[in-house]
């Protein structure tokens, strides 16, 4: 019989906004750096990182094999076209680089759903489902679907070999917004692909499924929890020609080691 555990996965999301200025032939930039509040603007520029689905800590009690929930990190460009690079630090739950097993583990669990699909929430705030599945109303697609009332459970399970084989669905980040930077250690480096336009959004990921084929010996490896960092590093679009120029302005101020 499979050990309940107790897992507390938190993720942190942070924006880094740039907005260029051309200033005699020269490039000058405005930063601003904040946690906590999701919504930034300078200058001409604002972007929007936020959960939508899923607001606050995800607390995943009794979390077991065959369950998935909503998690869905999502770039929104309020105001302004952008280009942008997110910085994803996977940490253990005491703030530490996560370890080369915890890491495999968790990015195992992290999966975006080309169909998924969201209620929304009524006005006392709670989610609205998105389909009824056997008396129980679900948020999701087909692939991965979770349970409107935030409860554990899916309407279908997988195994870890079915996830990874659904054509609808990308392992870890969405592959279609977003391609690979550079990854060290327990820290990756991801593009979006070409401008974020005013008014388009970008989702990194939107489930976390446990395989119904895992044990216990891989709960254990994610029990006490973990913690996920997003930062977003953002740049003013229309002060580039070109993508590789923006990038490359982006890398020279935000550096990658």
Not at 7 to 31: F, H, K
Not at 52 to 69: H, Q
Not at 161 to 185: C, K, M, S
Request: glycine fraction near 10%; hydrophobic fraction near 40%.
């Amino acid at each position: 019989m499979l050990a309940s555990k107790r897992n507390l996965i938190t993720i942190i999301l942070s924006v880094i906004l740039v907005a260029g200025v051309a200033v005699g032939g020269t490039m000058a930039y405005m930063t601003d750096t904040q946690t906590k509040t999701n919504v930034f603007k300078v200058g001409d520029l604002e972007l929007e990182l936020d959960e939508p689905t899923w607001p606050g800590n995800c607390d995943l009690d009794e979390f077991l094999p065959g369950s998935s929930v909503g998690k869905d990190p999502t770039v929104t460009a309020l105001k302004g076209d952008a280009y942008l690079r997110l910085k994803v630090q996977f940490l253990d739950a005491s703030g530490r680089p996560a370890g080369a097993t915890q890491l495999a583990r968790i990015l195992e669990t992290l999966y975006y759903d080309q169909n998924y699909q969201f209620g929304g929430y009524d006005a006392a705030g709670n989610a609205l489902p998105w389909k009824v599945v056997d008396g129980i109303p679900y948020n999701g697609s087909d692939a991965l679907m979770v349970r409107a009332d935030g409860l554990n459970g899916s309407a279908y399970h997988y195994t870890l070999a079915q996830l990874l084989a659904i054509p609808t669905v990308d392992n870890w980040f969405n592959t279609g917004d977003f391609e690979l930077h550079r990854t060290i250690g327990s820290t990756t480096w991801l593009w979006y692909k070409g401008v974020l336009a005013e008014t388009e959004s970008a989702t990194l990921f939107t489930s976390i499924v446990y395989p119904k084929d895992w044990g216990n010996e891989q709960i254990a490896q994610l029990a006490g929890g973990y913690q996920i960092v997003i930062t977003m590093e953002a740049i003013q679009a229309s002060t580039f020609a070109t993508e590789a120029q923006a990038r490359d302005a982006i890398i020279e101020i935000f550096g990658t080691p």
